[in-house]
């Protein structure tokens, strides 16, 4: 089944995450004069858990990553270099990097549940929907076509019931500009020959 189109294109949600990180930078060195260099990390911890809660793994992760070379490049001596050659430093450097990859696991774990359960609870008032049309006794051009609706929304695609008449199969119900080729036919008659699922076009 198709998952939810996101709401951001893929770049979008990178670059958010980047930019979440640096402002994550500017807030660190607003605040190195009141903390010490080691609980500056704990403000990257921001970032990863915003990254991972409005857009998942990919951009929290990234988020991580960056965020670990953010402090070492600027709030490790020597400053502005990659190298770090305090241990309390890298210490901080490795505990940002284990706390911010434990947040990234929950945080986008509980996102991916809770996506789950909304679509759960769509897929639920689809097919509630769709029970009251059949038991308030309507025709069946208005069944089919509360039946053909149901599956284009919880599909989130294009959807179509074919039947058979005489010879030949038609669609008696579309949903989602639902386009019907040869090749769906040929299914359909597969399909209803072998009374097996078939995959159209």
């Given at each position: ?21 640096a ?113 308030e ?27 058979q ?5 038609e ?31």
């Open positions: 089944r198709p998952a939810r189109p996101p709401s951001l294109s893929l770049i979008a949600q990178y670059g958010l995450a980047l930019m979440l990180v402002l994550a930078t500017g807030l660190a060195f607003l605040a190195q004069r009141l903390i010490s260099a080691p609980n500056v990390t704990l403000i990257y911890v921001l970032p990863v858990i915003i990254s991972a809660t409005l857009f998942g793994w990919g951009p929290s992760l990234l988020a991580v990553v960056v965020g670990v070379v953010a402090f070492d490049f600027f709030f490790t001596e020597p400053y502005y270099s990659l190298t770090i050659t305090s241990p309390s430093d890298i210490w901080a450097a490795v505990v940002l990097f284990v706390i911010a990859s434990i947040v990234t696991s929950l945080a986008a774990e509980s996102r991916r549940r809770a996506m789950e359960a909304r679509e759960a609870a769509e897929r639920a008032q689809e097919l509630q929907a769709l029970a009251h049309t059949v038991i006794g309507r025709s069946q051009s208005q069944i089919l076509q509360a039946a053909a609706t149901a599956l284009h929304r919880i599909f989130r695609a294009p959807a179509a019931i074919l039947m008449r005489e010879n030949h199969i669609a008696v119900a579309t949903a989602g500009s639902a386009q019907i080729t040869e090749a769906d036919r040929e299914a359909a008659r597969g399909a209803l020959s072998s009374h097996e699922k078939t995959r159209g076009d």
